[in-house]
């Protein structure tokens, strides 16, 4: 072995050495925690049509919303909510395509009233059960009982 081969692994050896020590004493400290900040996709809109009644539908027409937290400085947050119907109800489809924008404000209005860490510790059924409270209060010619979310990251 030449000289640069043996700086290489040596460099090597230390970097793997930092990392194998630093992980370990993050988890002996007990500052690490694995799988505490993830959660549980719900499916994609297109995939949960094909999984719904046949007498349901899916309104997914609301898009992918960015917000910000209450922080200081302000999170942002994308997310995309959708929620079944009745596939049948004409008159509440067009209510619900008539007031898109409406439910935009209210969820993204909702997201701006609170830090990251209250949002965290709501926990998402929490959150969605709020979101369904808002938006039912919005509708006139029927209401949502579940909604799910495609996309909720916190962009850091």
């Known amino acids: 072995m030449n000289k640069i081969q043996r700086i290489c692994l040596f460099c090597s050896a230390i970097l793997l050495s930092v990392l194998i020590f630093g992980t370990a004493a993050a988890f002996v400290s007990g500052k690490a ?10 499916p994609e809109p297109q995939v949960f049509e094909k999984k719904i009644q046949a007498d349901k539908a899916v309104f997914s027409h609301i898009g992918s919303l960015r917000c910000a937290t209450a922080d200081n400085p302000p999170i942002p947050l994308v997310i995309t909510v959708y929620f079944p119907y009745t596939a049948a109800d004409k008159a509440f489809y067009e209510e619900l395509s008539q007031k898109t924008r409406k439910i935009r404000f ?18 998402e059924q929490k959150l969605k059960a ?24 916190f962009l850091e």
């Open 33 to 42: 925690k694995p799988g505490t900040d993830l959660r549980r996709k719900d």
């Open 106 to 123: 209210v969820i993204t209005n909702y997201m701006e009233q609170y830090t990251r860490t209250e949002l965290s510790d709501k926990g």
């Open 130 to 153: 709020d979101l369904t409270d808002l938006i039912n209060r919005e509708l006139v010619l029927g209401k949502i009982t579940e909604l799910y979310f495609s996309d909720y990251i």
